[in-house]
């Protein structure tokens, strides 16, 4: 049965607490694809297509063409910033695009200035920003980000909201009482509790607001029940956490195939080079370590060493990173996966990925703000575990594993779309087969 969603009438602000440079790339990105200067490569929302029924059926339309998504016309993007460098200005900064690409869309990128943002210096050492709000508790802080949230959307004359965490990497830290209840929350906002991370507030505000939020950090922000509970009262969709790109991306591709073909592996050793601004806020072993478990949490899920004991029992995972500013963007990763075949006997891959991590994240941004806009309109909301396939460690009703296998999670992501618009589910096996099967049983 086709679900009841709201048509994406009139224009969806998209806003980025942090505006660095994926934030940059993604905004520059739609400027120039809505001018033809470029193409979404890497958006599934726009390049990507599902199949309908039967394979016979030949039926396999574009994913923006099958669920009403929101129109690239009618994005207006805004966000805030611990720098006051406007959008063109941030990118210049970057260094991900080409001068002569930003200059094409420099008259969009320069009118759009960060609001002051919300920030506390113990969160992410390695940043001296001056465009901060200044107030007595967190409580004054979450109340001036509804009131910046409340003045873009009135200004911009926008019918719906969603906002999406582009803000640097916070420093570790785990949950604690003042999470653990929207009251306990609520009173800590007041008693200006320092547990409350800056990107909990901008997450406040946001689901406050019945605006979807997604984290595309490794922070804790909305992984927290004070904020699952807000989350529901406000029928608010949430999603979570860490893009997915680069080197996690590279893992959750190759080692599903390792685990398929029921091949051992005894270690893998990940480690990466990269310059930019994000590459300096993790060079703080705090902020490292939000990260680090992060991007460890992925293997054991995907080769569930407990229940095959034999072949991942003996794992050995570690993950570096290393901050080198003459690569800036441009990281460059190595992995190195000690693997074993029929018999035991050693064998060895070795990736090497000279990639662009911001132009890896900027579709990811796309696509979680056009997907968290539909949730909300077919009135889903909480965990959007159906997103999984954008994020490191995707966020999950409690109790529940994550599923990390990228594989599967864009099975489970096109399901919900299929589902959402009344069309029959598909699995790996289809329909067609089912029905052969079935006729010789
Ligand atoms: N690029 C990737 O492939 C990738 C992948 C996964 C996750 N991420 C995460 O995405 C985030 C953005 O990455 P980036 O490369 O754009 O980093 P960046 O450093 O270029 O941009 C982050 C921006 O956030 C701002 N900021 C920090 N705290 C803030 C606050 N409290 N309020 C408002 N702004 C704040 C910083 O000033 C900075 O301009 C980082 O947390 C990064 O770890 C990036």
Sequence with gaps: MKQSITQPNGRLGVLLPGLGAVATTMIAGVVAIKKGLSKPVGSLTQM?????????????????????????????????????DNVYQAALQAKVLEPGLLNAVRAEL??????KAAFDKRYAKNLEGTNVKEADTRYELAQALIDDIEQFKATNGCSRLVMIWCGSTEIYFEES???ASLASFEAGLRNNDPAIAPSM??????????????????????????????????????????????????????????????LGVTGWFSTNILGNRDGLVLDDPDNFKTKEVSKLSVLDEIFKPEENHELYGDMYHKVRINYY??????????????????????????????????????????????FMDLAKRAEMSGIQEWLSFYFKSPQTEEGQAPEHDIFKQLTKLENTLRFLMGEDLITPLGLEDFENLSQTV
Excluded at 221 to 242: C, F, M, Q, R, S
């Design 325 to 370: 500013p003459p690569h800036g963007d441009n990281k460059e990763s190595w992995d190195n996966i000690d693997i074993f075949g029929w018999l035991g006997y050693q064998m060895q891959i070795k990736i090497n990925f000279l990639c662009r991590d911001s132009i890896l994240a900027a579709p990811l941004v796309l696509d979680l703000a056009l």
């Design 48 to 84: 990507g297509s599902l199949r309908l029924g039967k394979p016979s059926d030949n039926n396999s339309p574009r994913i923006k063409d099958f669920v009403p998504l929101a129109d690239l016309d009618d994005l207006v993007f805004g966000g805030w910033d611990v720098y006051s």
């Design 201 to 262: 507030l901008y997450a406040y505000a946001a689901l406050k607001c019945g605006v979807p939020f997604a984290n595309g950090a490794p922070n804790l922000t909305v992984d927290i029940p004070a904020l699952h509970e807000l989350a529901y009262l406000t029928n608010t969709p949430i999603a979570g956490k860490d893009f997915k790109t680069g080197q996690t991306l590279m893992k959750t591709i190759v080692a599903p195939g390792l685990h398929a073909r029921a």
């Design 110 to 115: 320069e009118t759009i200035v960060p609001m």
């Design 177 to 179: 009482a003042v999470h």
